[in-house]
């Protein structure tokens, strides 16, 4: 019983210790988004509270806090509060898998790259569950928007993992980033990766593909009778899901944690900064793109999915693995 | 071993309660949310005896899209609530509860004849031609059997889920008029030759376009 108790308090540390780190990087990354938005459209951003404005997210938060929770008298309640719960927390378990590097990984599971798809897939819940529970028009379109795109963009990104487990002939993330030693996946397979980039545009309902709460037609969408705090969760739960979509391109195309070049200057600094440098870099992408390209319209976005990014995506299957089986480079035998 | 079985009955106990609730819960919303609470957690239980590539794949497929869909069909077919008229001693002349009635009657006895088989010929695991080994993982193995013994099957498979996507949507699908569609191909192949015409506009009669 006594071990029992210390594995489960040695397990509590370590969450803890990849946790706390998350939902602060989360608070940052919205004033990083802000800032940059506000650099591309030459405005100064926030830049008043604390240094450079760094301190913004907290004073959102706190004032998130003390605001009241209002909960429509015609809604389901017990939904209603739940739905922010679940976006919430599906934001945060699948950080559980992300290699940070060798040997160091919260769970380090065989089916890391499908646990990752399958909670990602999850995702739509949070939306769901609050669109309908909310009872009202805006936040039902919303709903029923977010869910058709999330899951047809799914589909393209499935495939493109299987794209990257074809050269590498194992569903463990530390495996996917250890096959990439020698040359990074972004370059064999560039137009996956840029399939995956914007398909994670999409997945994580990011401006151009932000029809779930487009503001001129939705108000907020799915969000829009949710206030204080549980307003707050679905940000910070979106916000991690940006995040965690980041971090899943840079392991699964920007070789995770290893060092560009493998001399001098770049191999002493450790492999989480890498890591970190590389969510950052693919954030800062995607802040590029919310401040430069309009909003698709919802045909135009299905078609994108199902008709372009789908058959292209197979077909680069077929070439990869072709490819691999002509110039017998393929893995695990 | 305690805490492993401790979360077996947690898991299945979650899974047998959410499993009656999606029948008896009045709201059909809610139902098919007790029926996701099912899903994970039979894919937890799958996970716990080892089948980890079985459970994520539940997870991607049932609760990732099948459910989504269940869940938008119930939503926009708007039958919120049924009001308990299901158990309600008055009878509304409905014939579903004898269907249903017939339905889960034939289910239970093919669970019994599964069920006494495995009692009666307890050898049955042991013939399977699979050698299951812990050294590979399970992901290798079912790849390994599925693409090579059962090939055939496996495609067969995926052929009838194929023939079924395509009937749906042969049968949906209406071909309706005056919809206006774009092309992008055209739209960016569009010179200024065709898209600007210099008329020679008569006076007081002005131009006709679209002629």
Redesign the interface.
Known sequence: MDSYFSILFTEVYKILFLLVPVLVSVAMIVWLDRRVWAFVQKRRGPNVVGPFGLFQSLADALKYIFKEIIIPASSNKLVFVLAPVVTMTLALISWAVIPFGEDFVLADINVGILYLFAVSSLGVYGIIMGGWASNSKYPFLGAIRSAAQMVSYEVSIGVIIINVLLCVGSLNLSDIVMAQQNLWFVIPLFPMFVIFFISALAETNRPPFDLPEAEAELVAGYQTEYSGMMYAMFWLGEYANILLMCAMGAVLFLGGWLSPIDIFPFNVIPGPFWLIFKILFLFILFALVKATVPRYRYDQLMKLGWKIFLPFSLFYVVLTSSFLLYFDLLPGK | MI?HSVFFYIFSLIAIISAVMVTVSK?T?HSV?FL?LDFISISCLFIMIGA??LG??M??VY???VA??F??VV??LNVAEQKGQWFSSRWDGGTHIPIGLLVSLIIFFELIIVIGGWKYKPDLLNSLSINISNEI????SIGNVLYTDYILLFQISGMILLVAMIGAIVLTYRERAGVKR?SYVKQISRERDEGVDLVEAERNKGVKIDA
Do not use: D, K, S
């Open positions: 805490a709201n919303v949310f996701i980890e590539f994520m794949i997870l991607i609760v990732g899209a989504v869909l869940l938008f939503m926009m993982t399970n992901t290798r774009q």
